[in-house]
Structure formats: structure tokens, C-alpha cells
């Protein structure tokens, strides 16, 4: 039965796992290659982003945000933008 439900908090740690990893991962990109890498993982990443803020404004409604809370949450919604802006 538990495995059927979704807790808002397990979300956003996944969205915060998977965005530490990509981070290593680029660190270890060569640099002639960083900027596509970023590009991509940005993209692949964005879905992740969205179900991680949903989850951080459930969160919000019911028992409120702490800061360390709403700096992930500004976080994400930062990488969100730049994942929405076109290639330069």
C-alpha cells in the first residue's frame, strides 16, 4: 500500500539526488563540451524540476517552509528558467 502513495517530500529529494549527480557529472565534462552537456542535462532535468516545485508548494500549504526548504525551492525554480531560455 505504501508504495502507491506519493509524499511530496520524496519528490523533491529525488529532484535534489538527481541534480547533485548531473552537477558531478558536468564538473567531469570536458570543457569542450560543457556548454551542450548543460544544455542537455538542463532538458533533462526540467521535468524533474516541475514535480519538485509542485511538491514544495504542497509542502508550503500544509506545514510551511523552512529556509533551508525555500532556498531549494528557489533554487530549483532558478535552474527552471535557465532549463526555458533558448541556446545562446
Known amino acids: 500500500?505504501?508504495?502507491?502513495?506519493?509524499?511530496?517530500?520524496?519528490?523533491?529529494?529525488?529532484?535534489?539526488?538527481l541534480l547533485?549527480?548531473?552537477v558531478d557529472e558536468l564538473l567531469r565534462c570536458p570543457a569542450e563540451r560543457k556548454e551542450a552537456?548543460?544544455?542537455?542535462?538542463?532538458?533533462?532535468?526540467r521535468p524533474h524540476l516541475e514535480v519538485a516545485l509542485e511538491a514544495l508548494e504542497t509542502i508550503g500549504r500544509t506545514r510551511g517552509l523552512n529556509d533551508e526548504?525555500?532556498?531549494?525551492?528557489?533554487?530549483?525554480?532558478?535552474?527552471?528558467?535557465?532549463?526555458?531560455?533558448?541556446?545562446?
Open 20 to 22: 547533485r549527480i548531473t
Open 69 to 88: 526548504v525555500n532556498a531549494k525551492r528557489e533554487a530549483f525554480m532558478t535552474l527552471l528558467d535557465l532549463a526555458g531560455q533558448p541556446a545562446h
Open 37 to 45: 552537456a548543460t544544455r542537455e542535462a538542463l532538458a533533462k532535468l
Open 1 to 17: 500500500m505504501s508504495d502507491l502513495v506519493r509524499w511530496p517530500d520524496s519528490d523533491a529529494k529525488r529532484a535534489e539526488v
